[in-house]
T-cell receptor, first 115, second 113 residues
Framework: AQSVTQLGSHVSVSEGALVLLRCNYSSSVPPYLFWYVQYPNQGLQLLLKYTTGATLVKGINGFEAEFKKSETSFHLTKPSAHMSDAAEYFCAVSLGTSGTYKYIFGTGTRLKVLA | DAGVTQSPTHLIKTRGQQVTLRCSPKSGHDTVSWYQQALGQGPQFIFQYYEEEERQRGNFPDRFSGHQFPNYSSELNVNALLLGDSALYLC????????????FGPGTRLTVT
């Protein structure tokens, strides 16, 4: 069965430090991969996505992720954390065929940014 | 261009009651998916509607049902509410023609007491 694993339910970094949030997936077919951010009491906002093409994907707010097929990973990084980055982050894989896509989400990583 | 909208924002119900949540998709979208996000968890797929029919379903009991209207808006109904149904319910819309990305609404927070 397809699944998404996010290592570390809580991650703390200092302001200005590197952010690294880990995501591994299992899929029997080439996946479409997403990172979403969720601020308290809000819905999901798309940070970035990988569908086809370049494996290094740049998103909003300075985030990027690299699709590594050999490692079945799609880790999210940001060179320098900002206080406003504190939120919950979800990795998701989109599965299905044309017209039947649905998301499988990881359990999320809560990012805390220390002043 | 309005995004995905959901109503109500918050809802409090008692065990055993029934609830209806509503979703309007993003303009131009024809497919609506519903997800349940329990506290501290990632969203879980409930079902997806296209052309007014349920196209696929996740691992949720029959107490969860839905509907899609000709204008592509959708409802999620939950009967015989349990305490465990307390969650944030997210609606997502997409365009059927190989649209991989789904666009999420702000969610409805359901509390069952």
């Amino acid at each position: 069965a397809q699944s998404v694993t996010q290592l570390g339910s809580h991650v703390s970094v200092s302001e200005g430090a590197l952010v690294l949030l880990r995501c591994n997936y299992s899929s029997s077919v080439p996946p479409y991969l997403f990172w979403y951010v969720q601020y308290p009491n809000q819905g999901l906002q798309l940070l970035l996505k990988y569908t086809t093409g370049a494996t290094l994907v740049k998103g909003i707010n300075g985030f990027e992720a690299e699709f590594k097929k050999s490692e079945t990973s799609f880790h999210l990084t940001k060179p320098s954390a900002h206080m406003s980055d504190a939120a919950e982050y979800f990795c998701a894989v989109s599965l299905g065929t044309s017209g039947t896509y649905k998301y499988i989400f990881g359990t999320g990583t809560r990012l805390k940014v220390l002043a | 261009d309005a995004g995905v909208t959901q109503s109500p924002t918050h809802l409090i119900k008692t065990r055993g009651q029934q609830v209806t949540l509503r979703c309007s998709p993003k303009s131009g979208h024809d497919t609506v998916s519903w997800y349940q996000q329990a506290l501290g968890q990632g969203p879980q797929f409930i079902f997806q509607y296209y052309e007014e029919e349920e196209r696929q379903r996740g691992n949720f009991p029959d107490r969860f049902s839905g509907h899609q209207f000709p204008n592509y808006s959708s409802e999620l109904n939950v009967n015989a509410l349990l305490l465990g149904d307390s969650a944030l319910y997210l609606c997502a819309s997409s365009f059927d023609r190989a649209e991989v990305q789904q666009y999420f609404g702000p969610g409805t927070r359901l509390t069952v007491t």
